[in-house]
């Protein structure tokens, strides 16, 4: 049910990545022409739209140059191709002439000295122009591989608030708070980065009732939020709690996009909307990962459950 025409790989892209609607979580009018009232994710994301904007517009700019520079190379081409033609012709003619008359045969051969460098230089110069050919089809290669790499803008609005399509998305807000205050007074006395190596020690060791207060804790104390939120949701997920699990990894993502989780991040994501029956968002998460990340084994699996 996952395969849709949608698949479009995107005309500048990455890697990146949320919804189709306003957010419901409460950000500002990213579309406005002068937003305000942005949380600090919000305005990232702006900085990040105005950067893809100058990507798409500097793309677009290098496909029009590419463009004029191929119609004036094929003018001439045909140009020299042309005159190559005139140059056969006179050669022609000249040996003509020589087997009429032997009293210009000084005259004759000086002409076809002249006539031969001629033809020499519209060979060096058809190899010319076609060596420009291969530096443009280079060019041309190249450009589309920053298209497959940069999000559209129109994309990159899209993908960036997907997490906000589902409204039965509760918020991490409350989610986000020690629920045992002895646990915060113990967690108080170390300091945060042997706390978080202890936690994601537990969290390897697939020990989530340990793992899960370390986690909470260091998300409230705003250490390492953007990984810390993503590991929160990766032990809901593998609970089952999806719509847990979404919303840890939808903060993470608005956090920190370019994180080393984020295609396993976007896979367990479509996996937990597939859960929830919302195929739409499902399909949408799918779609991002492959074009995002489509050589990383994340991909591969979701290909796998599209082409089921």
């Keep these: 049910m996952f395969v849709k025409n949608t698949i479009t790989y995107f005309t500048l892209g990455t890697s990146v990545l949320f919804g189709a609607e306003v957010s419901v979580f409460g950000a500002g009018d990213l579309n406005s022409p ?16 105005q950067k893809v904007e100058t990507v798409d517009t500097s793309v677009r700019v290098v496909k029009n140059d590419l463009q004029i520079i191929n119609e004036r190379l094929q003018g001439l081409e045909s140009i020299f191709e042309g005159e190559g033609n005139k140059i056969n012709n006179i050669s022609l003619s000249l040996n003509n002439l020589e087997a009429q008359s032997s009293k210009n045969q000084q005259d004759v051969e000086s002409l076809k000295t002249v006539v031969n460098q001629l033809l020499a230089m519209q060979e060096e110069n058809l190899k010319n122009i076609a060596e420009l050919k291969k530096v443009m089809t280079e060019i041309a290669k190249q450009t589309d591989t920053i298209n497959k790499n940069y999000l559209s803008r129109n994309e990159f609005e899209k993908n960036m ?6 409204q039965s998305i509760k918020s991490t807000s409350t989610q986000t708070q020690s629920k045992n205050t002895t646990d915060n007074a113990e967690f108080d006395k170390k300091p945060k980065n042997e706390l978080f190596d202890e936690g994601k020690a537990f969290f390897e060791k697939k020990n989530f009732n340990q793992a ?9 104390a705003n250490y390492k939020p953007a990984e810390s939120n993503y590991i929160l949701g990766q032990m809901w997920f593998v609970r089952k709690e999806y719509e847990k699990a979404i919303s840890y990894f939808k903060t993470s993502a608005l956090l920190h996009d370019k994180g080393y989780w984020m295609p396993q991040l976007l896979l367990n994501s479509a996996i937990s909307f597939k859960n929830l029956k ?11 990962l492959i074009q995002a ?10 290909k796998k459950i599209i082409s089921k």
Excluded: M, R
């Design 34 to 49: 002068n937003p305000y009232g942005l949380s600090q994710s919000e305005k990232k994301i702006l900085e990040t739209k």
């Design 161 to 166: 608030q997907q997490f906000g399509a589902s």
């Design 212 to 220: 899960i207060p370390v986690f909470e804790y260091l998300v409230s």
């Design 278 to 288: 919302d195929l739409d968002n499902a399909s949408k998460f799918f779609n991002t």
């Design 293 to 302: 990340y489509p050589d990383t084994k994340e991909a591969a699996e979701a």
